[in-house]
């Protein structure tokens, strides 16, 4: 039903996992319901999302503590803009409605480290596809030339 609803037309995502692994684009009926029954059988959790058509880009948005830090993540080679899929991966400077809309978020989800992934559709219609709980860091450090980890054991230590 859920299929059907999103348009014949999905993400099926790993409930636990990163870095792309596991994602994987449905837009027939026929190959969905063996994929569902598939992972029903295994008593795995269906978590589905909409199609979002975007133009190859994404932001990846990481909160510690009080500080913020962005990154741009492109790929024109692929639907995932995960940096481990091959995606680049450039500093960003979000704007006034971003960062206001990352504190909400982080407010609304009470949370002290939280990767949020931010994606615009076509009609620059903003969507915070995930809040990860743990996320990764290692490309955002890079890019951003910024040591997340000493950052973090500061926070707690």
Not at 34 to 54: A, G
Not at 90 to 107: G, I, M
Request: proline content about 4%.
């Amino acid at each position: 039903a859920a299929f059907e609803r999103f348009g014949n037309a999905v993400i099926v995502k790993p409930i636990f996992g990163g870095q792309g692994k596991g994602l994987l684009r449905l837009g027939k009926q026929d190959v969905a319901k063996h994929y569902f029954e598939l992972l029903e059988s295994q008593h795995q959790i269906i978590y589905l999302q909409k199609i979002i058509e975007h133009p190859g880009w994404d932001l990846r948005l990481f909160v510690i503590g009080e500080e913020m830090f962005a990154i741009k993540r492109s790929n024109p080679d692929d639907w995932r803009t995960n940096a481990a899929r091959g995606a680049v991966v450039t500093p960003y400077q979000p704007s006034d409605f971003e960062t206001e809309l990352v504190w909400r978020s982080v407010r609304a989800l009470d949370v002290t480290i939280c990767g949020l992934d931010l994606l615009y559709d076509q009609h620059q219609q903003p969507f915070i596809i995930e809040a990860n709980a743990v996320p990764g860091w290692r490309h955002l450090s890079e890019a951003c030339q910024i040591d997340i980890a000493s950052r973090i054991l500061k926070l707690f230590w």
